[in-house]
């Protein structure tokens, strides 16, 4: 299987690639759906793993809350049909 990590740091590329991923870059909470939507086209599955990891209530919302319905609006735009979180 093909693999790509969506991740905002770039500090975290070159963890996806050493695991044998590819790297892609996207800000949750800043970035637009439609460019979520870009980087999930053609892609058969989507495993939302992102978390505010106790970094307080609004940073939930944003990444949990928020940032979870982006991706699945983006999911559904590119045609992926299977998404877990």
Known sequence: DAVTGVHRSEAQSEAVEQAGGT??????????????????KGQDAVVFSAGAHGTGRDQTTLIDGQGLEKAVDAA???GVRRFRS
């Open 23 to 40: 790297s892609a870059l996207y800000d949750l909470i800043e970035g637009p759906v439609e460019d979520l939507a870009a980087l999930l």
């Open 76 to 78: 559904r735009r590119a």
